[in-house]
C-alpha cells in the first residue's frame, strides 16, 4: 500500500514537473506580434533601407561640414536597414557569434521597442525589450536610455543583460556610461563625446525623439548643432519621461 501511494505520489510529481516545463517552454517560444509583423515587404526593402543608408551618411558627413545636421527615420526604414545592409556590417557578425540574429526594431509613442532572436533551431527565443530614450536636460550630449521591460518570449528577465552589453559596446567606442535607478527602473546615462572632447564638443545633440509627426508616422528624429548655431527641434512631442536623478 505504501509503495503504490509512494508511486503515486512520484507520478503525480513527475506530471506537474511536466507540465511546468511545457509552458514554460511555451512561454519562451511565444514571438512578440511586431517580431514579424514590423519587417517590411522584400519589394520595398531595398529602396527603403537605401535612403535610410543615404540619410545616415549625410547626417554623419554634415556632422563635420555644417553648423546643423539632422536625421529623421520611419519604422519602415530601420526595419529595412537591418534586414538589407545591418547583416553585412562587422557588428552584425560579432552579434551572429554571440546567437543573437533577426534584429527588429518598433516605435511607439514615446517608446523604442527592440526585439531579436537568441540561439537557433527549436532551442531558441525571442528577447524584447521596451526601453524609453531621451536627452538629460542641462548636461551636453548625455542620452539616457531606461529599460521598461524586458522579456524572453513571454517570460520577464533581467535588464542587467542588455545594460551590461551596452556598457561593453560604450567602451569600445570609449563612451563614458553610468547606471541610476528611476521609477524602479535601470538607466543607462550614455556621454558622448561630441567629437572627442567632452569638455570642448565641436557639436551639440538637441532633439532625440520617438513620437508622431504632424504628418501622421511615428518615426526616430534627432538634430544637432555646433556650439555657435541652432537648429529647431523635429514636429514630435517633448517625452513623457522625467530626468533621470
Known amino acids: 500500500m505504501a509503495n503504490r501511494r509512494f508511486r503515486w505520489c512520484t507520478g503525480l510529481l513527475a506530471l506537474v514537473v511536466l507540465l511546468c516545463l511545457t509552458a514554460l517552454g511555451l512561454m519562451l517560444k511565444h514571438e512578440p506580434t511586431f517580431f514579424d509583423n514590423a519587417r517590411p515587404p522584400s519589394e520595398i526593402r531595398h529602396d527603403e533601407a537605401l535612403r535610410f543608408s543615404t540619410r545616415f551618411w549625410q547626417m554623419s558627413k554634415d556632422i563635420q561640414t555644417s553648423p546643423t545636421w539632422g536625421f529623421d527615420a520611419t519604422e519602415t526604414r530601420i526595419n529595412s536597414f537591418l534586414e538589407e545592409g545591418f547583416p553585412y556590417l562587422e557588428q552584425a557578425e560579432r552579434m551572429r557569434k554571440l546567437g543573437i540574429t533577426d534584429p527588429v526594431i518598433k516605435l511607439d509613442d514615446?517608446?523604442?521597442?527592440?526585439?531579436?532572436?537568441?540561439?537557433?533551431?527549436?532551442?531558441?527565443?525571442?528577447?524584447?525589450?521596451?526601453?524609453?530614450?531621451?536627452?538629460?536636460?542641462?548636461?551636453?550630449?548625455?542620452?539616457?536610455?531606461?529599460?521598461?521591460?524586458?522579456?524572453?518570449?513571454?517570460?520577464?528577465i533581467s535588464s542587467q543583460t542588455i545594460l551590461h552589453r551596452l556598457a561593453e559596446l560604450a567602451r569600445e567606442q570609449n563612451i563614458d556610461m553610468n547606471l541610476y535607478r528611476h521609477e524602479g527602473k535601470s538607466v543607462a546615462i550614455l556621454k558622448l563625446g561630441g567629437g572627442g572632447d567632452p569638455l570642448n564638443p565641436t557639436w551639440k545633440l538637441t532633439a532625440l525623439k520617438v513620437g508622431n509627426t504632424e504628418q501622421g508616422p511615428i518615426m526616430l528624429a534627432i538634430r544637432g548643432r555646433t556650439p555657435d548655431h541652432f537648429l529647431p527641434l523635429p514636429p514630435i512631442a517633448l517625452p513623457k519621461a522625467d530626468v533621470a536623478q
Do not use: E, H, M
Request: net charge positive.
Open 110 to 156: 514615446d517608446c523604442i521597442r527592440l526585439a531579436f532572436r537568441y540561439g537557433s533551431g527549436w532551442f531558441s527565443t525571442v528577447i524584447s525589450y521596451d526601453l524609453q530614450v531621451w536627452l538629460v536636460p542641462k548636461d551636453d550630449n548625455a542620452v539616457a536610455i531606461k529599460v521598461l521591460r524586458a522579456r524572453a518570449g513571454a517570460v520577464p
